[in-house]
T-cell receptor
Framework: GAGVSQSPSNKVTEKGKDVELRCDPI?????LYWYRQSLGQGLEFLIY????????KSGLPSDRFSAERTGGSVSTLTIQRTQQEDSAVYLC??????????????FGEGSRLTVL | DAKTTQPPSMDCAEGRAANLPCNHS???????VYWYRQIHSQGPQYIIH???NNETNEMASLIITEDRKSSTLILPHATLRDTAVYYC???????????FGTGTSLTVIP
């Protein structure tokens, strides 16, 4: 499809396990964002990739969280040693970026993570 | 730091105009105001954005005060499908981060 694709849509894991969440942005979009949304809460910024620049990791809540973006396209968010407070919907968005002010974000449907 | 302040919730009668306010008193001259909405269980959806002039598109109108310290999103004829959380965002100049606050939960009442 033409939109942002995220997988898995749902993930249930046990506390202490590692998880990987995948985001496939819209083709040609140079900017990619990860957000986290806990139940009933707003969106929490996690990390931002723009082209080949160093990512902005200022929103990552701990060193258990990491993300990479290979070839300027697909991104993987990894959470190590998951904790129950990591349970949330993880949303990915992409935009044309390029430092313009008019960049609209296009969001995927999210990956719902439940840590038991 | 979301840099915006919105009321947590609002109601609007179906068919009437919904006016959603947003305060952004620390906005810088080169920062835009964006509005997104999130319908339950979906990813946020772009609505409109502006710098200092009022803007209108097929979804909504955006009214920005002359001093740019506040804005109002107007849905001219609200429908039940407009029930959602509406986020007002000021885009940070350095980098392209979008910081979402907690938004306004709009309920359109039949």
């Amino acid at each position: 499809g033409a939109g942002v694709s995220q997988s898995p849509s749902n993930k249930v894991t046990e506390k202490g396990k590692d998880v990987e969440l995948r985001c496939d942005p819209i083709s040609g979009h140079t900017a990619l964002y990860w957000y986290r949304q806990s139940l009933g809460q707003g969106l929490e910024f996690l990390i931002y990739f723009q082209g080949n620049s160093a990512p902005d990791k200022s929103g990552l809540p701990s060193d258990r969280f990491s993300a990479e973006r290979t070839g300027g396209s697909v991104s993987t968010l990894t959470i190590q040693r998951t904790q129950q407070e990591d349970s949330a919907v993880y949303l990915c968005a992409s935009s044309q970026g390029g430092g313009t002010y008019t960049g609209e974000l296009f969001f995927g449907e999210g990956s719902r993570l439940t840590v038991l | 730091d979301a840099k915006t302040t919105q009321p947590p919730s609002m109601d609007c009668a179906e068919g009437r105009a919904a006016n959603l306010p947003c305060n952004h008193s620390t906005i810088s001259g080169n920062e835009y105001v964006y509005w997104y909405r999130q319908i339950h269980s979906q990813g946020p959806q772009y609505i409109i954005h502006g710098l200092k002039n009022n803007e209108t598109n097929e979804m909504a109108s955006l009214i920005i005060t002359e001093d740019r310290k506040s804005s109002t999103l107007i849905l001219p004829h609200a429908t039940l499908r407009d029930t959602a959380v509406y986020y007002c965002i000021v885009r940070v100049y350095t980098g392209n981060q979008f910081y979402f606050g907690t938004g306004t939960s709009l309920t359109v009442i039949p």
